[in-house]
DNA sequence: CAGTATCCGCCATGATACTG
DNA sequence: CAGTATCATGGCGGATACTG
């Protein structure tokens, strides 16, 4: 019975764990965790080194309290990031990447710094270098 | 006049391209883009073989209809992607990548590889284990 | 400092129907 | 086959206020 939702979810693509291009797996719904708005720049923040709520606040520009609250505590939930309280007054938390999280933003970091590195080729910046 | 806009993006980082933790810097529209919940499936598809509309509407499960043209349109104006329409009748339009898109494409595959791979190590994936 | 609570707009996404 | 057009809606995400 434990078995049925990996039956399930694999019924198609039965020697793969998680294929993301099949819907209703798993995988898909990590997928999106990982490369949501803010969880890809929360992840490579985190990646750079531990941080404390308030310097990752500070880290990824624009990103509202919510959402940062709401990204971290998907990404802890996902084992992606671990969430350490000191438990003083006033508090101080620290978020760092689990091991697990590690092996995930050594993925993540060469697309982020790929992005940022190469913006200006792509058609989107051509486009607007025309019109200014 | 013309650099008063790559000013302003870049008035925090000087010597950066771009830097996705920048609100406000283009890089980071190209990786919402990229890392959208369709856009990563669509490169990844295509990054295995060109194919045409309908194979890759088959390909990417249960994307509809009007989000795969939207991600097609929004990654070919970004310049991964390149559409060919052969202008027969019954029509035939076959989409690959660009030479930008492979490069793209070739840090996106192991991205969702790792993810399917191992999303049975993820808490998301244990919290469901235990409650079947 | 490190959050939570609440309200709300709006747009991304999806379903359906239609077309050259 | 390869789309477009239209409509409906859920939730993403931002702003603001409040708390231990």
Same mark, same amino acid.
């Given at each position: 019975?434990?078995?049925?939702?990996?039956?399930?979810?694999?019924?198609?693509?039965?020697?793969?764990?998680?294929?993301? *291009?099949?819907?209703?797996?798993?995988?898909? $719904?990590?997928?999106?965790?990982?490369?949501?708005?803010?969880?890809?720049?929360? +992840?490579?923040? +985190?990646?750079?080194?531990?941080?404390?709520? =308030?310097?990752?606040?500070?880290? $990824?520009?624009?990103?509202?309290?919510?959402?940062?609250?709401?990204?971290?505590?998907?990404?802890?939930?996902? =084992? *992606? $990031? +671990?969430?350490?309280?000191?438990?003083?007054?006033?508090?101080?938390?620290?978020?760092?990447?689990?091991? +697990?999280?590690?092996?995930?933003?050594?993925?993540?970091?060469?697309?982020?710094?790929?992005? =940022?590195?190469?913006?200006?080729?792509?058609?989107?910046?051509? =486009?607007?270098?025309?019109?200014?």
């Amino acid at each position: 019975m434990a078995d049925s939702i990996w039956d399930e979810i694999h019924s198609d693509t039965p020697s793969i764990p998680g294929n993301p *291009f099949a819907s209703g797996c798993l995988s898909r $719904v990590v997928l999106d965790h990982v490369t949501s708005k803010w969880g890809v720049l929360v +992840l490579a923040a +985190l990646a750079s080194e531990p941080m404390r709520w =308030g310097q990752l606040h500070r880290y $990824v520009e624009g990103i509202s309290e919510k959402m940062l609250a709401q990204t971290l505590r998907q990404l802890e939930s996902d =084992g *992606f $990031v +671990l969430r350490q309280s000191a438990g003083t007054v006033p508090p101080r938390v620290d978020y760092s990447l689990t091991p +697990l999280g590690d092996e995930l933003a050594a993925l993540l970091i060469p697309l982020v710094r790929w992005v =940022g590195d190469n913006v200006q080729r792509t058609s989107l910046a051509q =486009g607007l270098a025309e019109t200014a």
